[in-house]
Each structure stands twice: as C-alpha cells, then as structure tokens.
C-alpha cells in the first residue's frame, strides 16, 4: 500500500464529516416525528470515527466505523386526538436533542472547511513544489 | 553525500521533513472529532539537532556510529491547552497556526532551493 498522502488523509476526514453531516440532517430532519409506541420513535443517529493509523509514521486518517442510534429513550406526549396515538392517548415523540444537533452541525461544517483548506494548502505547495527550478 | 545534495545543503532535507509534518498535522486536523485520539507532531529541534550530528568515517563494517544519530523523526504527543472530556486532544487553533508555519517554512525552503537551483543555472550557461 502506498503511503497515506496528504490528499488521501483530508480526502478521507471530508468523507467522514459528511456521514456526519448526513446523520444530523436525518436527526434535524425527524425531530418532529412521533410513533405510536417508543420501539418504533425516532432515535438520533450517531456517526461512530475512529482513527486509522498508518504503522509508526504518524500519519492517521479517520473512518467511519458505522452509526449507531443514540441511547436516548423518546419522549411522550399527550394528545389523544393525534391519528397515531396509543390506547392511553399518548404519542411517542423523537429523541433528537435540536439544540446539540444544531451545534454538531456547526462544528461538523467548521471541521470539513478546516480540511478543504488543508487540501488547498497542500495542492498549491504541490504545484509550486513542480514549478521549481523553471 | 553526493555533490548535488551537498549543493542543496540542509534546505534540501527541510523540504522532505516539511512536508513530513504536513502529512502529521493534516492526521491531526482530519481527526478533529475522533474520541480518544491524541494530537502528534513532529519535534523539530530534535530532528535538526539529529540531523546535524556528526557521522564518524567508518572504514571497517564493526564500527560503531555515536548513539545521538538520526535514525527517523522525532514524534511527540502535543500537551492540550484543555483537554477535552471524550480523549481527544487536538486544539483546531493550534494546528492551524502550526499548519500556517509549515506551510510558509516548507515556501521559504523551496525558495532557498529553487535560488541554488538559479545559481547552478547560471554557472553552467556560457554567456
């Protein structure tokens, strides 16, 4: 295998941070949800990074090793005329917490600019790296 | 070392250790929100130091060379400003500014490579 190149290691992260970004667009996206039982609410999705590490080079990318849904048990509420409410009246509504997924958003944009620039750093010393000497 | 190395002297080897560290803060930056990943980078004053120690001639394959010699980079675990609770320690501040410096460290090296590359040029064009 071929050394892990700069590309290979921001190009990676990107991809990463847009598993991320998809979860939090699912997450944002069903916060209003509700189920008539609390197996089937909604729970937030969790991108799971994990470093992957080049031997003792020390160069590491990262990679997504699944998602996984979050350990947070949907609320209720009680609306009995709701078409999917239970027997009890209630309507099992999503775990999302909107405001932490509003700030993961944030940071999830913030990390993946952070590693476009390390691309375009990266590319224009490349090219001058070619230029040299002409 | 051959006289072309020799001609690019120590910039030559700065370049390569350059972009090394690139390659070691781009890790850095690219697990940014990675639990329990530590931040690494390469310790430059060691390199250079190791770099420029001297290697003794060595006319019989049982010699011994000092023990202070080069044998690769030198990585350190960065100390966090504030460690954050999930393990890992990368500060985005921090590496983007020694992202910053490498990037302009590595452009003044191949300045200094590409003027020698000038001088060489000019003395071998006849005018």
Redesign the interface.
């Known amino acids: 295998m071929s050394p892990l190149s700069v590309f290979d290691i921001a190009g990676r992260a990107m991809s990463a941070q847009l598993v991320r970004l998809n979860t939090t667009a699912s997450n944002l996206a069903n916060a209003g949800a509700v189920a008539p039982d609390p197996a089937r609410a909604f729970r937030a999705l969790k991108p799971v990074f994990a470093t992957v590490y080049e031997g003792a080079s020390g160069r590491a990318t990262v990679a997504v090793l699944g998602v996984v849904k979050a350990a947070v048990e949907p609320g209720r509420r009680h609306e009995p005329g709701h078409p999917l409410a239970d027997a009890a009246g209630y309507v099992h509504t999503a775990a999302v917490d909107v405001n932490a997924e509003l700030v993961e958003l944030v940071e999830t944009a913030r990390q993946y600019q952070n590693n476009i620039e390390v691309l375009e750093t990266a590319k224009s010393l490349t090219l001058e790296t070619l230029r040299l000497g002409r | 070392m051959d006289r072309l190395d020799r001609h690019f002297g120590l910039e030559g080897q700065m370049?390569r250790l350059r972009?090394?560290r690139?390659?070691?803060l781009?890790?850095n930056?690219?697990?940014?929100?990675?639990?329990?990943?530590r931040a690494?980078d390469?310790d430059f004053s060691a390199v250079l130091e190791a770099e420029q120690a001297t290697v003794l001639a060595a006319t019989n394959p049982r010699h011994l060379q000092p023990a202070g010699r080069w044998e690769g980079?030198v990585?350190r675990y960065r100390l966090p400003v504030s460690p954050s609770l999930d393990g890992n320690t990368v500060e985005?501040a921090t590496e983007?500014v020694q992202?910053a410096e490498n990037?302009l460290r590595?452009?003044v090296a191949?300045a200094v490579?590409?003027g020698r590359?000038?001088s060489l040029?000019a003395a071998l064009r006849v005018e």
Do not use: C, E, K, W
């Open positions: 370049l972009a090394q690139m390659a070691v781009a890790s930056i690219a697990n940014a929100a990675t639990p329990h990943y690494r390469l980079p990585m985005l983007q992202f990037a590595y452009r191949l490579v590409g590359i000038d040029r």
